[in-house]
């Protein structure tokens, strides 16, 4: 028999603070509970640190240059299979409550249900231009007002759809248990939040009045100490208009903590009606990308750094032993995983597919393939690649010089060993790896032609009708609660869990 599969997916969310399941000191009670029976990977790298690329990458199991989602507006082609076209295909039911932020008139992407509208837009919209180095387009790119602005919110933008997510993740659920099907399901539930901006509720704010971790462990650096695409995160995030305190800092913080409260509430609250209507599912939990956290000075994402492109996983599964893998692994594993999970064969589509299942991992085996990771959006100028190979993290950009870091003895990635003579063989070794993988002039050239079509094709369709490709949840009510063409003994008794005598 199929299992049924639960996948909870996060936004933002920093890897280094789950080290072994959540660090001790987060008010995360249902999400340690989880890591308790899960096997729970220290080590795993997002393909790309965006939302989209991300994501992409996380639901197809290829990185960017192979799906042609290199930003948050390029699209995503109907023509790739996703971990849910392979499940559908072989009998699940699949269904999405939340964020995956697709771009282009294909919202579904596999998914034979979607339960809410996404957060972000899905047309072209926030395409960067390589043939503008150091434009920002202020009216989408990131800036620290984010930082700023942090504090208390009882109700944001983020917090209604968060909200929303939960309570259609639930309502499926419960829908799931006393529906006339049979087949085995697949349903993700993707939240937006601890993502930017730093706003919380009161009631979550109070868990971290007292926190020990609300200032970065390496603090803030001058400009010019930065590597050249630090520069261009600070540049792309329009610091020089804001006076960053510390106050600033640790509000951000305390917010960005009292989120992932707020986020383990809601992953109760589902974990509760699984509990409740007595059905099993491997679970498993991921973010797309990191968060810096003030760390060197730089926030959010878009760089290779740790906190902004390590993330939690953690899965949940027969055949899979709780612990802790320390071998580092990617987000694109998770397709090819619950393929392997759920025994449906990703044969026709792996010569394509660069993913690797992380089961074998579950049951004591160890990965010694290098972790692949590429960015190629805004406050990026060139393409840039970054392999994980042990305790090595080798980071190329035709525009910048190599970075050499050792992770074991400079887990904060402060000394750049790729000019160090005693580390030439190592240099050299990884960076054989990395042509081989990688043509960056061709990288660079697909993605220059990729950005100036979208903008011509954004331009255009903003002129005269516009006609959105945004989602657009359908709520049949006709078909909800009492009707007159519908049997009120039998409705009564098929809607209700567990069913009457």
């Not at 996380?58 to 390029?74: E, I, K, R, W």
């Not at 983020?158 to 929303?164: H, T």
């Not at 995160?233 to 509000?251: K, L």
């Amino acid at each position: 028999m199929q299992p049924n599969i639960l996948i909870l997916m996060v936004d933002q969310l920093n890897g280094t603070l789950f080290p072994d399941g959540p660090a001790d000191w987060l008010h995360a009670p249902n999400l340690k509970r989880l890591a308790a029976r899960s096997t729970r990977f220290r080590n795993t790298y997002t393909a790309s640190p965006l939302c989209a690329p991300g994501r992409a990458a996380f639901m197809s199991g290829q990185l960017p240059s192979a799906t042609g989602v290199y930003d948050n507006a390029a699209e995503f082609p109907s023509s790739i299979p996703t971990y849910a076209h392979h499940l559908r295909r072989a009998g699940y039911y699949t269904a999405l409550s939340g964020k995956m932020h697709f771009v282009g008139p294909d919202q579904l992407h596999g998914f034979e249900a979607r339960l809410t509208t996404d957060i972000y837009p899905a047309d072209f919209g926030w395409t960067p231009d390589y043939r503008k180095p150091g434009d920002r387009i202020d009216w989408w790119y990131h800036n620290m007002g984010s930082v700023t602005g942090a504090g208390i919110g009882e109700i944001s933008n983020q917090l209604e759809y968060d909200d929303e997510v939960a309570y259609q993740t639930k309502l499926q659920l419960y829908d799931l248990a006393r529906r006339k099907d049979d087949r085995p399901w697949c349903v993700t539930a993707s939240f937006t939040h601890p993502h930017d901006p730093y706003v919380a509720r009161k009631k979550y704010w109070d868990l971290y009045e007292d926190c020990d971790h609300l200032l970065p462990e390496v603090p803030a650096m001058d400009y010019a100490d930065h590597d050249p695409h630090a520069q261009r995160i600070f540049d792309a995030n329009d610091w020089r208009s804001f006076d960053i305190t510390e106050d600033h800092i640790r509000a951000a913080r305390r917010a960005y903590f009292a989120n992932i409260s707020y986020l383990d509430d809601k992953i109760g609250e589902i974990l509760q009606v699984l509990e409740d209507t007595q059905q099993e599912a491997i679970i498993l939990f991921v973010s797309d990308h990191g968060d810096m956290l003030g760390e060197r000075g730089l926030w959010f994402k878009m760089s290779f750094y740790e906190g902004s492109s390590r993330v939690p996983l953690m899965i949940s599964a027969p055949g899979m032993a709780p612990g802790l893998v320390t071998d580092p692994v990617s987000t694109i594993d998770v397709c090819p995983t619950l393929c392997d999970l759920a025994g449906v064969s990703m044969d026709e589509v792996m010569p394509w597919t660069t993913g690797e299942t992380l089961v074998p991992l579950g049951q004591g085996a160890s990965r010694d393939t290098p972790v692949a990771m590429e960015y190629a959006a805004e406050a990026s100028y060139a393409p840039m690649v970054s392999l994980r190979y042990g305790r090595w993290k080798y980071n190329r950009c035709a525009l910048d010089p190599d970075q050499l870091f050792d992770m074991d003895a400079d887990p904060f990635e402060l000394t750049n060993l790729a000019d160090a003579p005693e580390h030439q063989g190592t240099v050299q070794s990884l960076r054989a790896k990395s042509e081989a993988r990688w043509d960056l002039d061709r990288f660079d050239a697909d993605v220059r032609a990729s950005q100036a079509k979208r903008w011509v094709v954004y331009e255009a369709l903003r002129q005269g009708g516009y006609y959105p490709w945004d989602y657009q949840p359908l709520r049949d009510a006709s078909e909800r609660f009492m009707r007159n063409h519908m049997d009120l003994n039998v409705l009564e008794e098929t809607q209700r869990f567990p069913r009457g005598e």
